[in-house]
């Protein structure tokens, strides 16, 4: 798979994964990890809400999502336990997980805590 180029105010949502996942957490002010897996129901019904967020809140939040099968390292190191774990860094430092699959509206009001 190649690198993920991080561009300064993505519409979307980025790949991230064990070898790029310091960079982007140093890159973005505020950036909000979907941890996820491709059997994991909950996390499909929430991959087009981050999507959709990402466009929404491009320039003030970025999203992105990791593979937690493909990389056990983050997955390890952020203690990632079940999924759908959204995990919330704002200026490089962890400040917390949103876990679950929930409606956009609760999502953001569940981010916007963290702001």
Do not use: C, T, W
């Given at each position: 798979m190649a690198e993920e180029i991080f561009v300064?105010?993505?519409d979307k949502a980025l790949a991230v994964s064990d070898s790029n996942m310091d960079e982007a957490i140093a890159k973005?002010?505020?950036?909000?990890?979907?941890c996820w897996a491709e059997w994991c129901g909950p996390c499909k019904m929430l991959g087009?809400?981050?999507?959709?967020?990402?466009?929404?809140?491009?320039?003030?939040i970025v999203f992105a999502k990791l593979d937690?099968?493909?990389n056990p390292h983050t997955s390890s190191k952020y203690g990632i336990r079940s999924i759908p774990n959204l995990l919330v860094f704002k200026d490089g430092k962890k400040v917390g997980d949103i876990v679950g699959a929930m409606p956009e509206d609760k999502?953001?009001?569940?981010?916007?805590?963290f702001k």
């Open positions: 300064d105010n993505p973005y002010p505020f950036f909000i990890v979907d087009p809400i981050i999507e959709n967020l990402a466009k929404k809140h491009q320039g003030s937690v099968d493909s999502l953001m009001e569940r981010i916007n805590a």
